[in-house]
């Protein structure tokens, strides 16, 4: 089992030491990490802060690949924050640098951030999470360059409602078009834990998306604890995969230069 989705210090909101993280999931037995550390173009009020040095990354995660080699599988990825008018740039990186893996993940709407609030203002939360699920359903078409859609739901973490889960009955007209349009392109969509560690309760998306992707013929998922730190890695997997086994998954899949390779579940 591999954790597709964590954050080291390369990312502006992480402090989580690659090695450290290695060490941990050694112990936790994990088969492999997937570094995915945060670009976002054009974040709003801190415009440089969460960009990388594409050769620094590749130079540091490839000495520690050969260092942990006969321990632990380490893959580079990269988790790129969509908007509209970043497509060119992140097109441009994707087709520079070789990465493993590309999460396609949605943080800003409309230059707004959910997580200081600002995107919520001014909007219910119906407005809201459908806003936000209309911007998911653009960055599924807007490029083509990516192998998952992170953390569909991300949104609902952050605003300020009794009731913060995004179901999928309340919406599921765009939900659907979002599947639809994952597994038209055949492109996965991941399971993130983090949510099981915030007060949102849930994984996101929940397994009720999950049920409905299966239905529709979905069948690539990655499964990322989206770590900050090394004593999150690999959280909640195990009733995770139960769950994903319950609804009818035969596997999950991590990414080795951007092809699928199927893990039996
Ligand atoms: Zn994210
Ligand atoms: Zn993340």
Redesign the pocket.
């Known amino acids: 089992m591999h954790d597709n ?1 964590i954050h080291s210090k390369f990312s502006t909101d992480s402090n989580m030491d690659a090695d450290e993280a290695c060490k941990r999931a050694v112990e936790i037995g994990l088969e492999g990490l997937v570094f995915t550390d ?1 670009v976002d173009y054009d974040y709003p009020d801190f415009d440089e802060s969460f960009l990388i040095d594409y050769n620094e990354y590749f130079s540091f995660f490839s000495k520690l690949k050969d260092k942990w080699e006969s321990k632990l599988q380490i893959l580079i990825g990269v ?1 790129m ?1 969509f908007q509209p008018q970043v497509v060119d740039k992140i097109n441009n990186i994707l087709n520079r640098y070789d990465f493993d893996f590309v ?1 396609n ?1 949605v ?1 800003i709407i409309e230059h707004k951030d959910p997580y200081t609030g600002a995107f919520f203002i001014g909007r219910t939360q119906q407005q809201a999470y459908e806003r936000y699920l209309e911007e998911i359903l653009c960055s599924v078409n807007a490029y083509d360059n990516y192998d998952v859609i ?2 569909i739901g ?1 949104a609902a973490r952050y605003g300020n409602f009794e009731d913060k889960p995004l179901r999928y009955k309340d919406y599921s007209d765009i939900i659907d078009e979002i599947l639809k349009a994952v597994i038209e392109k055949g492109k996965g969509i991941e399971l ?1 834990t983090s949510g099981l560690r915030s007060d949102l309760g849930c994984t996101i998306p929940g397994y009720d998306v999950f049920k409905r992707y299966f239905e529709l013929g979905g069948e690539v998922i990655t499964v990322g604890s ?1 770590s900050h730190f090394a004593e999150h890695l690999g959280h909640s997997f195990s009733e995770g995969l139960e769950h994903l086994k319950n609804i009818g998954f035969k596997h999950v899949v991590h990414f080795e230069k951007r092809k699928p390779v199927f893990e039996r579940i």
């Open positions: 989705h945060h988790e924050g999460i993940s943080h992170g953390h991300y993130n989206d």
